[in-house]
């Protein structure tokens, strides 16, 4: 052990200080024709950039082009939804839902990406370990489904939330549990050849695994002390990490800053003989003495910050160097205890030296013998904790699940987070009931090609409770041409003028593809065989012609003869129309499905997104639920001195269109129906329930009821309070099965939403802090940087050339500059720097312009006269 830590010593006084990032990323070849890599890796900035303390002004400017690009190219681009905006989210990220396989409104996010592993998430790559008992790889995996122990499904679902104010909203949903199989995710870290350690019997430590590094959820964690309890099977781990970790000798000061905020560092004291020889340490944090401290120990300071132990080195006889501290500076604690010769989980879980009683923790080891023991899974799983007054977890839009939890320290690594963004946005089209007075409604919509119509639909004029305005009807069954006399004309040409009427080649029922339109008969001109319409919804006036046609082509029966026939045209379909040879009224009997017949078909509403209106449903009006519609019902539904209650009309998305089988994978479509029911004094209004929806009312905002469907069908029953006037029905149909987008993330990451007509892109902030004097940078090769401003103006690029101020020009010549790589050991140094200032800015401005210029190799030379006279050449 005395071995073990002389070598350590000595590394750690030439390492200096680590900030710790968010992500773990892996080496690669230094080469200038992947820049921005390694300084951007997955839309995040991963480095420093550096200019002299004293730089020119020159160096600066260049150095602020540099950061300038690197924020253009800080971003990732990525969507979702298609019709609207979409959502694009930079870094470290992964969405729930897949190509072809959305995640929709109620649906567990386990069903649609039930294992998240390091091919989604960076922050989830594994690696190898070495002990003295031997070598393994570790894997992780995020779960969110487990058939063999349930976990909870979480959904993005529209309710209220549990707020004083009850707020009406999507939210991604969480409930609080306490059992196991509540827990909303499951952690594992997989141990492929098994990591195995041997036992110290002394003390029952596995002594092998001391100081070894785990990639934890994208932080990384140091094991600082594992115990093995062999009598009762137990196994205790653990693991700290930190923001910054660094060494400092006894008595020495130093000055790190976390978060924006300066924390000066002073080693008061290392006792080598406390603790059993294993030493002890005291710090003064800005003044703040801390407790006296061991090897995995920490303490929290006044304002929350915590400072951990990961080795106390003491002073060795014949060292010429003090005793040192290695620490974590914004430390993490984790412990971890459990039983590991079972399946079962414990509550054995320990955060900043806090129980969390909602987290459990699974160890699964087994002793290979009576020296060495092998752990090869530990499992990890949490269940949501609400903050005090709040029963369940609600997600709102743009938020994730940590700044909801009771405990976000138990999500495990303060890295990572469940996001949600908020509902695809598809793009809608608008279904409105507005109501005209106290005793109308109109129907205004949208249709697939993007008319909008706003139509007459329903009159309670009188008590006549009917489809149209007052005086006109709006028809959508067809009358019956080849019916007997038996049946009146009214019926066999049941559109008169100025009546309405819905045109829609549906091949089916319910067809999601139709065109649809309505027109209005305005007249007829005898004298030259011709029809003119209204239609409504390009605002043109259609004029048609008729012809005279046999009888026999219509019927083997009495029925009132035929004027003529035409063809009218409407998005290219033809609807035949037949004229009533009637001297006074000229009815008509129009085809409105466009089958070439006139048969009581009922025809449909298809608006834009695919959606089916059906107007025929009435009390006392038989519904015409298929083709062929008989005679009464006809008649119930448009005699005027039929008795009738409530009307309805209904909303219908096909199972088809789901991105699963129908509603929750069921097969069935999805019916939404509004109710028109009639009032005294000859009133209409809208009924306050929705069929096949729960609405909800604001707790701040009375007068709105709102919904949302599964498919993504936005409803909003618009009902003034204290006021007796008819309500308003506005619904937001969707251009396409609206999905929600819930993201896995890791670290710094930000979410936009751009125009569906613009590219999806997301530029993600360059932290504050990024930019470096040379003074504040204690090793230029312990991460990448950008150095800027060459030796004789900025000591970090003496160190990189490895030279001194005396020889600082050598190599350097008028009007040329360098852009050179520097490997050191998977990081990655870049130096811009020029005969003089101008010259450095020359070269910045190159960099800047990356994708102008031909950059490979390790270095290329500069040369030019300004800024816009520019020659770049590779340096073999």
Known sequence: MKLKKAIKKIVALGAGMTMLGASVFGAMAANLNTYPEPFIQDGVFNGIIVVGDSAAASDVIGSVDIATSLQFSASTPAGTGSGGSSVAISGDAVAIGRPGNILEIQEAIGDVRETVTELDLDALKGGLIVTDEGATQYNQFLRFKDSSNALQDIYVTFTENDDARQQVADYLLIDEGNTINDAFFEYEIQFEEGLESAIDTSNQDLKDLEDEQLNILGTV??????DIDTVNDKATLELISGDALDTLEEGETKTYTLNGKDYEVTVIAICDTCNSNEGSVKFSVNGEVTDSLQDGETDVLADGLEIGIRDIMPNEAGDVTQDIVEFFLGASKVELVDTY???????????????????????????????TFEITTIKYRLVADAMAGQNNIYISAGHGVKEYLDEPEGMLSPNWDIRYEGLADTGVSTIRLTPVGDDKYRLEFENQQGQMFNVPFVTN???????????DDLWFIEGNISLTSSLTEERIFPISDD???????????????????????????????????????????????????????????????????????????????????????????????????????????????????????????????????????IDNIYNESEARGDLWVTLLSKASEFDENGQNNTGANETLNFYIHTRTNNEVGLNSTIGGLTVYTPEDDDDHRLGLSMYGVSVDLYDPSGSTDAETLTVEYPLLQRGVDVYITAGATKTTRVGGSSEAVTVQRIEVGAAKLASEVRDITAQNAIVVGGPCANAAARELMGVTMDNCAEGFEDGKAMIKLFDNDGQVALLVAGSSAADTRRASRVL??????????????VSGTSLSDISVETVA
């Not at 409770?465 to 007052?470: E, H, I, M, P, V």
């Open 461 to 471: 004029q009188d008590g006549i409770f009917k489809y149209g305005s007052d005086d």
């Open 341 to 371: 010769d079972d399946s079962t989980y414990s509550q054995g879980v320990k955060i900043h030296s806090e129980s969390i009683e909602d987290a459990y923790v699974q160890i699964k080891g087994t002793e290979l013998d009576s020296k």
């Open 221 to 226: 964690f140091t094991v600082v002390e594992s």
């Open 848 to 861: 800047a312009n990356f994708d102008t210029y031909d950059l490979s190799g390790m270095e290329v030379e």
């Open 499 to 633: 009546d309405y009427f819905v045109l829609s080649d549906q091949d089916s029922e319910f067809d999601e593809t139709a065109y649809s339109s309505v027109l209005r008969y305005t007249s007829i001109d005898t004298s030259n065989s011709q029809l003119s319409f209204d239609d409504l919804g390009s605002g043109s006036t259609r004029q048609v012609t008729y012809e005279s046609i046999s009888a026999s082509n219509l019927t083997t029966g009495g029925v009132p003869s035929v004027l003529g026939r035409a063809e009218l045209v409407i998005g290219g379909n033809s609807y035949y129309v037949y004229v009533a040879n009637h001297s006074s009224t000229y009815n008509l009997g129009i085809d409105l499905n466009s089958d070439a017949d006139v048969n009581h078909d009922e025809v449909r509403l298809t608006v834009h997104g695919g959606g089916v209106l059906d107007l025929n449903g009435m009390t006392n009006g038989a519904h015409a639920a298929e083709d062929n519609a008989s005679t009464t019902s």
